[in-house]
């Protein structure tokens, strides 16, 4: 099981990215995808989730209306669309799967999340 976390760099405030999580190794199809992120000396918290049928997708408050996530299970990979990025969007992202996910849940906490990818870094400034 693999998960592979790509797209990050460095943007301007106001300016968008596009986070790609391709996975490998098992049944993408049968799991939920979240993404979280950690700043430098931060706890890592939630950005958003995406359900099996790709129909529940929570979202963090701090990235509503900006962020959009989305799966293509044909390419086993989830997106993440990040746009009006701000300097506090600035962190380390991670890709997490949940294998035992219920079709129409989507977890907005780490804990139900069982395989991480190694983190893409998103760096917003001027």
């Known amino acids: 099981v693999q998960l592979q976390a790509s797209g990050g760099g460095l943007v301007s405030p106001g300016g968008s990215l596009k986070l790609s999580c391709a996975a490998s190794?098992?049944?993408?199809?049968?799991?939920?995808i979240a993404w979280f992120r950690q700043a430098p000396g931060k706890e890592r918290e939630f950005v958003a989730a995406i359900s099996r049928s790709g129909t529940i997708t929570p979202y963090a408050d701090s990235v509503k209306g900006r962020f959009s996530i989305s799966r293509d299970n044909a390419k086993k990979t989830v997106y993440l669309q990040m746009n009006s990025l701000k300097p506090e969007d600035t962190a380390v992202y991670y890709c997490?799967?949940?294998?035992?996910?219920?079709?129409?849940?989507?977890?907005?906490?780490?804990?139900?999340?069982?395989?991480w990818g190694q983190g893409t870094q998103v760096t917003v400034s001027s």
């Open positions: 190794g098992w049944t993408f199809s049968r799991s939920a």
């Open positions: 997490a799967a949940d294998q035992n996910a219920i079709y129409y849940v989507a977890p907005d906490h780490s804990g139900p999340y069982d395989h």
